[in-house]
């Protein structure tokens, strides 16, 4: 079993950075993929990066690339998304997520570990 724990949301005006951490924890923990989803009220989860743990190669949606960035340390076993120049519409609770083995995914139904997820709210 794999224990993901978010840290690092909190309230921010718009323009602002935030860096939230994911730490895993459980036996023997691998990963092939790391992403972060988030779900703002009202509307379905969606896919926002992701990280190839092996490797590194980076994955994000459209809407965050160029101001938001995810990394890992392996060593930590610990994933980070680095969040700048935040905008109102990136207002959610957002979730780290594992994926055991397979090519990076955007689908949340093909990740086995999930976060209890973290706030990020940002004032207009």
């Known amino acids: 079993q794999v224990q993901l724990v978010e840290s690092g949301g909190g309230l921010v005006q718009t323009g602002g950075s935030l860096r939230l951490s994911c730490a895993a924890s459980?036996?023997?923990?691998?990963?092939?993929?790391m992403g972060w989803f988030r779900q703002a009220p009202g509307k379905e989860r969606e896919f926002v990066a992701a990280i190839l743990w092996t490797g590194g190669s980076t994955f994000y949606a459209d809407s965050v690339k160029g101001r938001f960035t995810i990394s890992r340390d392996n060593a930590r076993n610990t994933g980070y998304l680095q969040m700048n120049s935040l905008k109102p519409e990136d207002t959610a609770v957002y979730y780290c997520?594992?994926?055991?083995?397979?090519?990076?995914?955007?689908?949340?139904?093909?990740?086995?570990?999930w976060g209890q997820g973290t706030q990020v709210t940002v004032s207009s």
């Open positions: 459980g036996r023997a923990f691998s990963s092939s993929t």
């Open positions: 997520a594992v994926r055991k083995s397979g090519w990076y995914s955007r689908l949340e139904e093909n990740y086995d570990y």
